[in-house]
């Protein structure tokens, strides 16, 4: 996991270091409602106990998001991603034993801030909350459990010419308190995503 988050966050990194200090607008409107779709990886960055024998592999997520566009800079989206993972380590309690697979739901709102470029480029920043449904492959189904949720993130959309769709790449970071199954930690689970998205209008 170790290796995992430093790709991801040193990839966080050079998305951020791309916004400009002074962006330049596009000449043309982007406002309208927009959809997306979108699928990668998921990893867990914070071990569910200190002597970090309880942990989760790497997995994938899938999700999409319905929102508005208001306008180039400002949009505001609600969000929908389902991850899923393996449980690992020694230090895991029975119901929760190593490769358990582990179900998490996040669904919530944010604010989209871009930064246009020419060409249709336009990298952006995002910050947002909602909550986290954590659900484990186990009997009984009252082994879930729901938390609030905050997120935070980063990507990059690619407008495609001529169109009003766009590709995007985006990573972002959910932190929750996971205080179930014997652990009491802010959890902090990474994301890193590419995906597709359709705007109406113009």
């Known amino acids: 996991m170790t290796r995992t988050l430093a790709i991801t966050l040193s990839a966080l990194a050079v998305v951020a270091m791309a916004v400009p200090a002074q962006a330049q ?10 959809i997306s779709v979108q699928g990668g990886g998921f990893t867990s960055a914070v071990n569910l106990n200190d002597a970090k024998t309880a942990d989760f592999k ?37 119901l929760l034993k190593a490769g358990t697979k582990a179900n998490r739901f ?39 459990f729901t938390k609030p949720a905050g997120k935070v993130g980063v990507g990059v959309n690619i407008d495609i010419p001529k169109s009003n769709v766009s590709v995007f790449a985006e990573g972002g970071g959910w932190f ?27």
């Open 58 to 94: 790497t997995g994938f997520n899938a999700g999409g998001a319905i929102g508005y566009q208001l306008n180039d800079i400002v949009g505001l989206r609600g969000t929908f991603t389902f991850a899923r993972t393996e449980s690992e380590g020694a230090g895991l309690p029975t």
């Open 106 to 144: 996040f669904y919530g709102g944010e604010v989209v801030l871009k930064a246009p470029l020419t060409g249709g480029i336009s990298p952006y920043v995002l910050v947002g909350g909602g909550a986290m449904t954590f659900k484990p492959d186990t009997t009984p189904s009252q082994d879930s």
């Open 25 to 34: 607008a596009t000449s043309s409107s982007t406002a309208g409602a927009v």
């Open 176 to 202: 929750y308190q996971f205080d179930q199954f014997g652990f009491d930690k802010t959890q902090f689970d990474l994301t890193w995503s590419a995906g597709l998205s359709y705007r109406f209008g113009r």
